[in-house]
């Protein structure tokens, strides 16, 4: 199994802790250091495809409610998306290794 490209940044992302939308794309922008936008339609629909495969939940908890908009959804990994992140970083390795041997 292979993860979409999106997909990986937004289990990526939340791998260190509960997020929104609108973080997640500012956290997985900085990372493409400008090589692409997040476009809000393909981003909700791979959060939609990650929470039908078990991958991520929405959060109960807000970190702080006073301080945040209530419209907000927070997502986090379920084991089994911390699994498939784990795996397709495995998956990859081999060819990025390759690829730096090859000075692509």
Known sequence: MSLKPL???VLLSL???????????????RRA????KVQPGSL????????????IEEAESRIDPD????RRRY???TPNGRTAIRE??????????MATKLKI
């Open 33 to 36: 250091e400008g090589r692409y």
């Open 15 to 29: 791998a260190s802790k509960e997020s929104h939308g609108w973080s997640l794309v500012k956290q997985i922008e």
């Open 75 to 77: 997502f986090r990994l």
């Open 67 to 70: 301080l945040d908009d209530e």
């Open 44 to 55: 909700y629909r791979t959060i939609q495809n990650l929470i039908r495969d078990d991958y």
């Open 88 to 97: 397709e970083t495995e998956r990859l390795r081999p060819l990025i290794e």
């Open 7 to 9: 997909a990986y940044e």
